[in-house]
Every structure is written in structure tokens, then in C-alpha cells.
């Protein structure tokens, strides 16, 4: 009656374009109601979630810090949420791999993972595949094996060195892997920063064993279509491979502790420390002798191009998308991260093939006698290459460069990220870092440095690297998944392809779960059975089941008050500390 009464008082030309302008916007509404009782999907029992705007759907409440927000609004929504970002449609489930793991072992399609991988040749953006599932095996099995990075580093445990021995024990069958036994190696180590009689905290932790409800859900991803016996074998065998062993590791502290020492008693940038130590150890480990951050300057932009935040993620097959990307120069700085990536793997492969020339077991032989690290990841791609490479489904030089990305990438900057967050919760809380250097001292004894077999003993520093995994997981939303087929969760419908955020950040700080939940206090876990090997849904930063992180492993400062450091996060895939943390090496010798 109003508006009719309204319509009449405007001019007469007005009248008519306003009345075309209603039922326009009728016919739009009623087109849109009549699409949705005829599609079947809106019959389904869809999670809640906060409410969407047209064509962005809910990507205006995403911030920089997306966890954050998907925090904030899981706490209004509940623990199964629905949201729509751009067209993606997407849950926000932290019970989705606890439960339905197998259903959700893939990955969405994401522009910059796309390409940086050379179309999906590697395996942590790769969808879900026998490629990616034999590629697992062999990154596990093979690649990331205790027996491989003694290898690597000619090392036996703690007892000595296979330095002039053979570096393979057994050959390296080519992929695709059919018929690989799964070495039972049970020694499961991985490395923390640590040291006595020296500067600061030095020393290795033993991981946890795999657990019933481990095995429980290999089998499980087992019986779902053959997937996931890497998972099994992670777990029954070694669910913490070793990336870096106690005397390369030494010897890249030694190195450390040489730089920092020189620089006396000016303040340093750690992180920049930090990531200078992991690059040595992970770039040695993967690439021989390269420090792959040295030549490749560009690591943390190409962190950014990985995380699936540019226009094409959010509107993936459409123009729309992709113009946008061109606009903001996006997809212009993707090319040329691309480049510079490509030439620096091509200049390592090429190096590897080289030496390989002669074949390969001539090449580690040769590189034995040097007394060098004999057999990196490389040698053993190249030799898939030129196994396989023939093939039908050949494995090509593309695959070994994207395997090498996914090594250099997720392995540095993770790694690095952990480390510099745990020197920054160390240096806000000088109880925790005085308990943790009383136990090495006292573990020690007059020992120089920590020793492999001393690793067990240091259950408090083991409590403080998962205290800093449990508040700074470095992917703070894991690796997005995505369905595989139609599930329900918490009486919710989930359909097929729906991209499945887990949110490792929020489940950390939850107050259900954790008493004091933003405190960083160590000795919570001396009264919880709880850790990171992807068992525990409490605490995941690794991830869970069929895509766990194969890599998992673990790295590890007084008179500060906690106020002075800031904790403020910054990052896209992985969150590092925006204000990197600056300190004065000081040498921390035992009382006499
Ligand atoms: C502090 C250290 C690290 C953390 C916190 C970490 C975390 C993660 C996470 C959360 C995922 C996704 C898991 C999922 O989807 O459920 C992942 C996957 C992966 N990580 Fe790591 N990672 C670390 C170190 C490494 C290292 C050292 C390597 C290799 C040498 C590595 C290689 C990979 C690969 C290849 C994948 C893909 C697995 C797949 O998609 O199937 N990571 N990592």
C-alpha cells in the first residue's frame, strides 16, 4: 500500500522504470527458488554457517590471519560448519579426518600449486591418485626411510659411521612400487636444537610409538579402496622418519654456534639463523650439497603462491577469476616465481644427472669416496627418471623437479617457522627455558654436545616442542582436502568435492580440550598421553591419516618479560612471527 501510494508521487517516467526494476528483481528470486527445489543438493542436510553475500559468498569474513576468523566463527557456528568462499564451497570440520578420513584424501584444485608443481607432478597439491599414493610410499618408505638418511649423512644411529660402506644396503626398486617391502626399521628419531657446555638449547627427541588408534585407522584407510598402507607403514614402522640425523645435525649446530660466537655480543636476527641451520640440514639431506635457500632467495614468496588465496581458487573455471589474477599482477608473479624456481631445480638435476652419467651406483660410489653425502633425494629421483622415464605412465625430469618442491618448500620453511616460534615462547618464559636446560645438563653430564641415545631422557623438551606445535602449528589450516565422495559428519550432510579445512590452530587453543588453553606450560602433557604423530586429533600439526605429513619432523634462550615479545603471526600457507625475534648469543657453560 506504501509503495503503491510512494509510486504514484514520482514522475511518471520514474514509475515505470522502478516497476521493471521489482519484477525484475521478482523473476530473479523466483528463477532461484525453483533452480533450488529442483536441484538435489539443497534437499540435503547442509552444515550451518554464516550467512553469504552474493557471488563472494563469505570470503569477506576471512582475514589475513584465516584461522582466526574460521575460529571466531566456529564458535558461533559450532564444529561443522558450511561456508562459500567466492563459488568453492567449503567445511570447516575438525572431526572430518578423525572419521572420514579416507573420503577426504585429495586436494582442490589451486592455480598456484598447480603450476609451481609443474600440473600437479608432486604429491602434497597433487588430487588424490595411485601416483600420489605410490609417490607417498616411496617418500616414506624409500625417501624419508632411517636407512635412506643414513644414507644420506653415513651415519649408523649413535654407534658409528658408514662412512666407505655402501650407502644402499638394498637397491631402490622403480617407481610405480608395486612390489616394495617396507623396511622394519623401528628406530624413529627426529632433531630439536640443543646443546651443552655450549650456547643454548641443543639436543634430539625421540617420537612417540604409533598407537592402536594409529594402526586402528591405517587399517581403516586401508579397506578404503587400497588406500593409505603408507600410513600403515608410517605407523607400524616408523611413524616419525628422521629428516635430520644427530651428526650432520651436530655439525650444522657446530656451525651455528660459529656464527653466532662471531658475532659477539650484537643482537641477531634468529630466524635468519634459524633458517640458514634447517637449509643446511633439509637442503643437504634433499639436494646434496646445495643450501638451497642460498640460491634460491624467493622461498617465502613461493610459500605465498602455494596457499590457494588468489581470484581463480575462489572461482575456479571462470574468466572472472582469471582476469583478476592478471590484473593484480598475480598471475605475472606466479610466472616468475615459476622461472626462477625451474632454474634452480634444472641446475640441480642437471649437476645430479651429470655425476650420474656413469651410471648410477658408480656416481654414489664416487661420491662415497669423496666422503661425501654419497646418495641424496635427488640421485634417487634421477634414478626413477631414468628407469621409468620410458614408460608409458613415465616418471619424467617434471616429476623430479616437483617432488624436489615439495621437500625444499614444506620441508625449510615449516621446520624453521616451529623453530623460531619455540625460541619465542622460550624467551617469554624463563621457567620453562631453565627446567629445559637443568634436564639437558643433567642428561648430559660432561658431554660436549647431546647424544642420540640420550634423546629418550629428554621428556621436558620433548613437552616444550609439543607445547609449541599444540600453539604454533606452522599451517595453521593444515593442507586443505577435499572430498572424494558424499559423507555425513555430526548428522550433516558433506557432498563430493567439497573443499575440508581442518583447523589445527583452533583445535590447540580449544578450552574444551585445553585447561588454560593460551599459556605456554610444557607440563600439561606430563598428565596427557597425547602427541603429534597424527594419533591424537588433539593435537595435529603434522595432519592425520592417508596424507600426513611424511617429512614429520621436529626442530627446536633469559631476563625478558614475557610482554616484551611479540607474538604477532604473519603468512599465507604457513604462519611464521611477523617481528622476527632479535637476540644476544650468550655462551651457557655448566657450573663447574
Ligand atoms: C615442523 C615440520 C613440519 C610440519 C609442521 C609439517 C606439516 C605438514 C602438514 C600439516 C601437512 C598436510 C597434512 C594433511 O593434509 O593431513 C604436510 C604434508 C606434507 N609434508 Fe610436511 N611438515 C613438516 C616438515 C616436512 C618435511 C621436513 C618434509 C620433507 C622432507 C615434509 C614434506 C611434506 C609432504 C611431501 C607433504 C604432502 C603429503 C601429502 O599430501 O600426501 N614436511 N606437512
Redesign the pocket.
Known amino acids: 500500500m506504501a509503495a503503491s501510494l510512494l509510486l504514484e508521487l514520482l514522475p511518471q517516467q520514474w514509475q515505470l522504470s522502478i516497476t521493471s526494476l521489482i519484477l525484475l528483481a521478482v523473476s530473479v528470486v523466483l528463477i532461484f527458488w525453483s533452480r533450488r527445489r529442483r536441484n538435489p543438493s539443497s534437499r540435503l542436510k547442509l552444515p550451518p554457517g554464516p550467512t553469504r553475500l552474493p557471488i563472494i559468498g563469505n570470503l569477506h569474513q576471512i582475514s589475513r590471519l584465516p584461522h582466526r576468523s574460521l575460529g571466531v566463527l566456529a564458535g558461533w557456528h559450532g564444529p561443522v560448519m558450511a561456508l562459500r568462499l567466492g563459488t568453492v564451497p567449503v567445511v570447516a570440520a575438525r572431526e572430518a579426518?578423525k572419521v572420514h578420513d579416507p573420503e577426504c584424501c585429495s586436494?582442490s584444485p589451486s592455480a598456484g600449486p598447480r603450476m609451481l608443481s609443474y600440473g600437479y607432478k608432486d604429491?602434497?597439491f597433487s588430487p588424490y591418485s595411485n601416483y600420489?599414493r605410490d609417490m607417498?610410499k616411496l617418500?616414506v618408505v624409500e625417501l624419508?626411510s632411517m636407512r635412506r638418511v643414513q644414507a644420506a649423512f653415513g651415519v649408523v644411529g649413535s654407534t658409528g659411521s658408514t662412512r666407505g660402506k655402501p650407502p644402499h644396503s638394498t637397491p631402490l626398486s622403480p617407481y610405480p612400487l608395486a612390489n616394495r617391502v617396507v623396511p622394519s626399521s623401528s628406530s624413529c628419531r627426529a632433531s630439536v636444537i640443543g646443546g651443552r657446555g655450549g650456547e643454548g638449547l641443543a639436543t634430539p627427541v625421540r617420537r612417540g610409538e604409533g598407537g592402536a588408534g594409529a594402526a586402528e585407522r591405517g587399517r581403516r584407510c586401508r579397506s578404503g579402496e587400497g588406500r593409505g598402507e603408507e600410513v600403515l607403514a608410517m605407523f607400524t614402522h616408523c611413524n616419525a622418519r628422521a629428516?635430520m640425523l644427530p651428526d650432520y645435525y651436530c655439525c650444522m649446530v657446530e656451525k651455528l654456534i660459529e656464527k653466532l660466537t662471531r658475532n659477539g655480543r650484537n643482537a641477531v636476527a634468529i630466524n635468519e639463523h634459524i633458517f640458514s641451520t634447517v637449509d643446511g640440514i633439509?637442503g643437504t639431506f634433499?639436494l646434496g650439497e646445495t643450501y638451497a635457500a642460498e640460491e634460491f632467495k624467493d622461498i617465502s614468496e613461493t610459500m605465498d603462491l602455494l596457499s590457494s588465496s588468489s581470484a581463480e581458487d575462489f572461482f575456479p573455471g571462470s574468466v572472472a577469476g582469471r582476469l583478476v589474477d592478471r590484473l593484480t599482477g598475480l598471475a605475472a608473479r606466479r610466472e616468475a616465481i615459476f622461472r626462477k624456481l625451474d632454474r634452480f631445480f634444472e641446475r640441480i638435476v642437471d649437476q645430479h644427472a651429470a655425476a650420474d652419467d656413469d651410471g648410477p651406483a658408480a656416481a654414489r660410489r664416487k661420491a662415497d669416496d669423496k666422503g661425501s653425502a654419497g646418495s641424496d633425494l635427488v640421485h634417487e629421483l634421477i634414478d626413477l627418471w631414468k628407469m621409468e622415464g620410458n614408460t608409458k605412465q613415465g616418471f619424467t625430469k617434471d616429476h623430479v623437479k616437483a617432488m624436489l618442491l615439495?621437500?625444499f618448500v614444506?620441508?625449510i620453511t615449516?621446520?624453521s617457522v616451529?623453530l623460531h616460534w619455540a625460541m619465542s615462547e622460550l624467551i617469554r618464559n624463563p621457567r620453562v627455558t631453565k627446567k629445559a636446560q637443568d634436564e639437558i645438563r643433567a642428561v648430559v653430564g660432561e658431554k660436549e654436545r647431546v647424544q642420540h641415545h640420550d634423546m629418550p631422557k629428554l621428556k621436558y623438551l620433548k613437552m616444550v616442542v609439543k607445547e609449541t606445535f599444540r600453539l604454533h602449528?606452522?599451517?595453521t589450516l593444515?593442507?586443505p582436502?577435499e572430498t572424494t565422495r558424499h559423507f555425513k559428519v555430526g548428522g550433516y550432510d558433506i557432498p563430493e568435492k567439497t573443499k575440508v579445512i581442518v583447523n589445527?590452530w583452533a583445535i590447540g587453543r580449544d578450552p574444551n580440550i585445553w585447561k588454560d588453553p593460551e599459556e605456554f606450560i610444557p607440563e600439561r602433557f606430563e598428565e596427557m598421553d597425547i602427541d603429534f604423530n597424527g594419533a591424537h586429533f588433539e593435537l595435529v600439526?603434522?595432519?592425520?591419516?592417508c596424507?600426513?605429513?611424511?617429512?614429520?619432523?621436529?626442530?627446536l634462550p633469559h631476563g625478558v618479560r614475557k610482554e616484551d615479545i611479540d607474538m604477532e603471526e604473519a603468512g599465507k600457507l604457513t604462519f611464521h612471527k611477523k617481528i622476527p625475534l632479535l637476540l644476544v648469543p650468550t655462551p651457557n657453560k655448566a657450573p663447574n
Open positions: 579426518l586436494r604429491v602434497a600420489v607417498r617418500f624419508l629428516v633439509i634433499a615439495d621437500t614444506g620441508g615449516t621446520t616451529t602449528p606452522p599451517a593444515l593442507v582436502r589445527a600439526p603434522f595432519g592425520s591419516g596424507r600426513i605429513c611424511p617429512g614429520l619432523a621436529i626442530i
